[in-house]
């Protein structure tokens, strides 16, 4: 296995090209379409080093755009811890749980968290930093702001966006995408449209203006859903981009392989777009046109889960927007996520939330079946 990378095998190794343009566009559509973009805040940083900035975890997805010089953003060494521990320094040891394999951003690079993914910036790996709260202590979605650090040596200039979006409407394959995507200038390159919109963002910084907000959250929208177009297209050279050793970034790119893979690509799609049928395991490796064996271990190799959970989890997720946004009888919801009884479908949904669909519904609008709690006249003619 390479550093940090995916294990080379026969699953991987027979990636290639005749995946239809418009898997790709279903797919990252499936990706992109529930998250709901509420706003963005955005900020223009100069920083000359020394200098070091530690962000918490997010809840939205954010870009950094380096406009000059170089930075590198470092992860938490274990990627599942919740948040970056207090006032971590010094190079990666007992006492700072950072990745040693830091990651380096040069000028005309892009880097993407879709999670929010806890990270540190600094013109170095190891730097001494401090919280970004300390710097940018409110950054509410439609806000922007300017950060300037001083310092003796080199200037980095970069952009950054915080795009909030509803977590809960989350697909599932959204969920399993890399904490950190990097794109070089390179690959930038090969979608011409991103790279007009990074520098639109660049050029049209006037936060005060009429509109900008409104402006600011539609440029970087474009600017992600087309990063991760390239990062699809291109799941390989994304993730060779950007580590100070030169190893691979890795850090969770399976899922674009998998998103890449002729044949596990035809089963996610169904998966996502029909997912009301009675799928097992055997109908899926038969829509992926593999056996039963092959299919389920490159799926989880490349997915991170059993094909039956991952096809639960977007049930799940159509199952939670029907009991938020309509009316529908349990029953009815039931059938529309692919149970075909009432009961069934309740246990899974408690098993899966630890609540019952009638409590979830409640919760979130206040009524169990539905329809508004409030007492109300309908005039008749």
Known sequence: MQSGGVPRNDL??????????????????????????????????????????????????ILHYVQDGECTVELPGSLGSPGIPGSP??????????????????????????????????????RATIPLAAVLPSRPPGGSGIVEIPGPGPATTFLCGGLHYDGSAAAPLYRALPPVIVLDAALLATEPLLADALRSLDA????????????????????????????????????????????????????????????????????????????????????????RSAFAAGFRELVGEPPIRHLTARR??????????????NARIAERVGYRSDVGFHLAFRNWTGRTPGDYRRDRTGTASGRPTENHVTASG
């Open 12 to 61: 991987t190794d027979n990636l290639h090209d005749d995946l239809p343009d418009n898997l790709h566009d279903d797919l990252l559509s499936d990706l992109l379409a529930p998250l709901r973009l509420r706003g963005v805040f955005h900020s223009r940083w100069s920083a000359r080093a020394p200098w070091g900035v530690a962000g918490e975890r997010e809840d939205c997805a």
């Open 89 to 126: 320094s010094g190079p990666s040891g007992p006492d700072n749980p950072y990745n040693p394999d830091a990651i380096v951003l040069r000028a005309g690079n892009l880097a993407v968290f879709p999670h929010g993914t806890p990270h540190r910036l600094a013109d170095r790996p190891g």
């Open 204 to 291: 049209g910084w006037a936060p005060g203006e009429p509109g900008a907000g409104l402006i600011a959250l539609r440029v970087f929208e474009l600017a992600y859903v087309l990063a991760l177009r390239v990062a699809l297209r291109e799941p390989d050279a994304a993730a060779q981009t950007g580590t100070a050793a030169g190893s691979p970034t890795g850090l969770g790119l399976p899922v674009l392989q998998a998103l890449r893979h002729p044949a596990l690509a035809k089963a996610l799609l169904a998966v996502h777009n029909r997912f009301a049928e009675p799928w097992t395991l055997e109908t899926l490796a038969a829509e992926a046109g593999m056996s």
């Open 316 to 329: 799940m997720q159509e199952a939670t927007r029907l009991l938020t946004e309509t009316t529908l009888s």
